[in-house]
């Protein structure tokens, strides 16, 4: 046989064996030093291509999903095809499924499939329970791998550089170059080496997982396929899935720095959008009623979700995760007080590092805080929506006259606190201790243990005291306020609030501080503030019962409070209108009951015997002595006209910023604080 026959004769051989011996055969006739490159990109290229169909096969697949000639009868035609599909080919079906009916209602989808649709959605949700475990360690993996080859990639050419600046060489070459041998073959090259390193959408295993859970969010907008799927278990699948999207693998402690922070990046953004989907098909489910809460809402779902909102970082899924566990809250009364519970407990262990650093109010060990700050303050609002619902109902029961007499009476100052009240009867809250509740919960789940009144006060001190995110101490104060309306926790509350405004460091500087005093004094500053805002809201809280108001007119006599008040008035930024509006509602709110109180001892003993005992201590809340006190301490700091304005006057925006004015320009004398 001639050469040239022998040729003709390899080439047919080969054509007949198929592509990749004849790419095999063109990559081995390249050059030396090109042959290990060339047969990488090869290897790429062909498992690119066993995930991912070509792009003329996937418009084929979807005209043919999408006919209109197969309405009536379209998941019959799908299901001749499902079970011999490729994962590539139900995913098209899949998205075709959403193009389709992405706007349409549950008649239109049921018209649409026609008979067969149930069968269809039992199909894809068993795909989905077989699979998606598989799918979520693959798309980790892939991930892990992906960020350590960038950083080992960065490693080595930052290397080849230092090596080369050493030698004296101005220019480095790529590590792997190809010579083409023809404009075609480089095109060729150039697409398929494109195409291995940014498959298609479809062609990832997490977009696999994001459209089975679209698909299923399509069909569960009839009751007869919600009925369907709950049935089948797929709502405690559901919780198991969003638990397994979040969990991601621990970097070694032994990998480079460099590569543990390239690995954690990779992996930090994955999934976001299959645990978004996810959580909105269960708020989807919950909210279609008691039924459906109560199949979500067991004991081993609560844990799947609380779980992923401890890990959770991105904010387009805490607020969804926090919204399902305020609805089950609100909507589950056999499992209110354990979600209310975990709500809490994932509070108070995302603030525990800053709660452990020596400094109160600082971050404590590097990233565990930046990590959970959304989770924290998404946790926040649905804790104080919860409370403020319970509030409600609580008042709402005295006022319909749910309670004799003696109950309102007794019950009405000891509003109940979300997550607190599971483990012991609100009533006697005030003498739990920490030791007795931990004994009687040991046995559950540490997210599901109660917290005791010092961990929960902690928790919530935590985030009024944060220094760096306003919206965190907004979140704090508005909480402290609402659970100073249980009696048991006011003077807590308020005497710790006053304290912090009350604490000053005297320290003697020279003629320039430095940066970390500095820093301290502003910190310290800031502290105050918070707390004092706090304090202002617990005076001004609505609705004020008789008995709280007498308890917290007491505190503040006792502790020389309109004092405090004013210091607070004189630290508040004179922009922050509403600050400074809420302080001067609190300063006439104790002048107005100082003034009331001296009527009422006027009225008991008379004008002499008030001036016989000005000087005598007694009860501050009926000695007239002790109100005088405060009302001539707040006449001598403001002045007599602005102390008038206050006694008398409904306060006005302008008149509460003379008000700050006067507290700005007026000199505390000491013998009046010492008197005091």
Known sequence: MSATQSAHAGGAASSRRGAPQSASKTAASSSSYNVKPTIGRMATTAAAAKQRPPQALRANWSAVAVAPQLRGRRAAAWLSVWDSACASRRVCILESLKALHSASNSNALEEDLGDAAPLLLTRITSWWKLRYCAWVSDSVSLAVTKGATASAGAASTGATEKTAVKSGVTSVSPRYVTAPASGKSAAADGASTAGACCPSPAASPSSELLAQVEAVTLFLRGSRFLLQFVEGGGAATLTHCLEV??????????????????????????????????????????????????????????????RTLQHETDASVAAPLTELLAVLGQGHPRMAGEIQTGLLRVLANAVQPARDSTLFGARGSAGSWQVSEVVVLHTARAIRALQLQKEQHHYAQFCQGGCADGDLEAGVDYVPIVGMDCAVKTHSFGGMTASGLHDSSSACDPLLRPLSRGEYLDALFQLALDDQHTALQVEGNELLSLAAKNLHLTQ????????????????????????????????????????????????????????????????????????????????TVHGDTAAVVDCCHALQFIVRAAAEMQRQHMDLRGASALEAVSGVGGDSTSSGGVWLRVTKGVQATLGDSVFQLLLFQKLSESDCMAVLRAARAAVVPLNSAAAC
């Not at 320290?507 to 918070?530: T, V």
């Not at 202002?536 to 007498?550: E, K, N």
């Open 492 to 571: 807590d509350i308020l005497m710790r609030c006053l304290d912090a405004v009350d604490d000053d460091e005297c320290a003697i500087q020279g003629d320039q501080e430095d940066a970390e005093a500095q820093q301290q004094r502003r910190r310290r500053q800031r502290r105050q503030l918070s707390c004092g805002r706090t304090a202002v809201l617990l005076l001004i809280s609505c609705p004020m019962t008789t008995q709280r108001r007498q308890l917290l007119l007491r505190l503040v006599s006792q502790r020389s409070g309109h004092l405090t008040f004013l210091k607070h008035l004189r630290l």
């Open 245 to 306: 999207t979040a969990h991601t693998p621990a970097v070694s402690s032994a990998s480079p720095p460099a590569s543990a922070a390239a690995v954690t990046s990779a992996v930090s953004g994955l999934l976001v959008q299959e645990r978004r989907a996810i959580t909105l098909l269960l708020l989807q489910v919950v909210n279609s009623g008691r039924v459906y809460r109560e199949m979500v809402g067991d004991k081993e779902g609560l844990l799947h979700v609380l």
